[in-house]
């Protein structure tokens, strides 16, 4: 199975400040025939389904603001808010669908500093 | 636009079974695959299993002896079942689309695991 791990925990960050999330895979996700790292992120507010907001590490879903960004390969990926906006402050995982079980990261919870 | 709800009993008594249905509408369940996941608060969610569009089901490994998944295209639902419950697995338990990543989930539904 494929393990997932995220660093930090959690962060705060100032409103207008880049907030960065790392997340690591046990092992690579990167599949070699189609060069495409099978790495997704999702946000998660209380009393809500977790929301898509990548796929292919670093496809953004329609409608996810331009200010989020998902960046890496293999087995390091990174989230990167670059303008913290109120309405940002959630829990964020990462997820990997390279192989089953499917497995999602512990998250890390980003406040307003 | 495609919704889904999970629908099913809030309290489950240990050692028991957990059944719950997911009712999908403005899609038909046989042109898709569907997932359920389940998140215990303050932890990561966990992938339960799937349900392919030819209704085959595929499980986690960790869960297998344990889940059911099925699907009724009659009323175009989902269920699943988990039997000989504990208080682990207390959780929000979601349907979703697709079989990798989910761009589309119930609301959830909270199932407690309690006497």
């Known amino acids: 199975d494929i393990v997932m791990t995220q660093s930090p925990e959690s962060l705060a960050v100032s409103l207008g400040e880049r907030a960065t999330i790392n997340c690591k895979s046990s092992q690579t996700v990167l599949s070699i025939s189609n060069y495409k790292n099978y790495m997704g992120w999702y946000q998660k507010k209380p009393g809500q389904p977790p929301k898509l907001l990548f796929y292919?590490?670093?496809t953004r879903i329609s409608g996810v603001p331009d200010r989020f960004s998902g960046s890496g390969s293999g087995t390091n990926f990174t989230l990167t808010i670059s303008s913290l906006q109120a309405e940002d402050v959630a829990v964020y995982y990462c997820q990997q669908f390279y192989g089953y079980p499917l497995s999602f990261g512990p998250g890390t919870r980003v406040e307003i500093k | 636009q495609v919704q889904l709800q999970e629908s099913g009993p809030r309290l489950v008594m240990p050692s028991e079974t957990l059944s719950l249905t997911c009712t999908v509408s403005?899609?038909?369940?046989?042109?898709?695959?569907w997932s359920w996941i389940r998140q215990s608060p303050g932890k990561a969610p966990e992938w339960i299993g799937y349900i392919s569009d030819s209704g085959s089901p595929y499980y986690s490994a960790s869960l297998k002896s344990r889940v059911t998944i099925s699907a009724d295209t009659s009323k175009n639902q989902l269920s699943l079942t988990l039997t000989s419950v504990t208080t682990a697995d207390t959780a929000f338990y979601y349907c979703?689309?697709?079989?990798?990543?989910?761009?589309?989930w119930g609301p959830g539904t909270l199932v407690t695991v309690s006497s």
């Open positions: 403005g899609a038909s369940i046989s042109s898709s695959y």
């Open positions: 292919w590490a670093s």
């Open positions: 979703a689309k697709d079989r990798w990543t989910f761009e589309l």
